[in-house]
């Protein structure tokens, strides 16, 4: 019991922090969960559930708000998304999984570490129409490790000038929830629906906490601090913990 209850305060945070950013938090719920010595194989099936919790929420509110550039957002969901369901389908050993994630950690971190422009204004560079190219491998490895892939699409997007931020938010998170459903359905198929219903009973307390995290993070924590403060919190946290991963 007070494994779970440290957990579910660790899920909490973490939902908090990254729904203020704009992510869902999955390669950190994953971590933690490693970390706690839970089977790997079970990882990616919490993660995923927690990662549509916190943004399915998010992504309606930028469609009702008019924000998700839908042409683009859907090109590169459309493109990921299968992918993303081929990499839940992968079968992985143990240490190449945490391998894998403590990596993606690791760059997640770096990853928000870039700078957000504030203006809209600036055009596209010649890069941004490649950007489609990396839905697909991006998709795969979300569905490999159990993450939503948008931690990842969006440096990208804004290192290319795709669209104004808060464009790109709102399509990192139709990026995220579509994946994650993509994800969660391979590695249902590789594991069987027996492990979900399990899973989601043992991971209850988690589920609320991020489902709790990630309206406050979503509508109130960005208003109190800074916005680069917490990209700064978050990406110290993720660094930590990808690091803890990879050195054992």
């Known amino acids: 019991m007070p494994l779970i209850l440290a957990l579910a305060a660790a899920f909490f945070v973490t939902a908090l922090l990254y729904a203020s950013v704009g992510f869902g938090g999955g390669s950190t719920y994953a971590a933690l969960l490693a970390l706690s010595g839970l ?6 099936v919490v993660a995923l559930a927690c990662n549509i ?49 403590g990596g993606s950690l690791v760059l997640t971190a770096l990853s928000m570490l870039i700078p957000v422009r504030e203006s809209d204004a600036d055009q596209p560079t010649a890069l941004a129409r490649a950007v489609p190219l990396a839905a697909a491998p991006l998709g795969f490895l979300a569905g490999l490790v159990g993450i939503g892939g948008g931690i990842f699409l969006a440096p990208l997007l804004h290192l290319t000038r795709w669209n104004g931020a808060r464009a790109i938010a709102a399509t990192a998170s139709l990026f995220i929830l579509v994946n994650s459903l993509f ?23 988690l589920l609320i906490a991020v489902a709790i995290g990630g309206q406050i993070g979503s509508l109130m924590a960005a208003r109190l601090l800074p916005l680069r403060w917490i990209r700064w919190l978050t990406a110290a946290l993720v660094l930590v913990v990808g690091l803890r991963l990879l050195l054992g």
């Open 39 to 44: 089977d790997y194989r079970v990882l990616p």
């Open 53 to 101: 919790i916190v943004v399915s929420g998010a992504s309606v509110r930028f469609a009702r708000s008019g924000l998700t550039p839908w042409r683009g957002a859907l090109l590169l969901t459309a493109l990921a998304a299968p992918a993303a369901f081929l990499g839940g389908l992968v079968p992985i050993g143990r240490d190449a999984f945490l391998t894998l994630l």
């Open 183 to 205: 994800g969660l359905a391979g590695q249902l198929a590789k594991r069987g629906p027996d492990l979900f219903a399990g899973a989601m009973v043992d991971a209850l307390p």
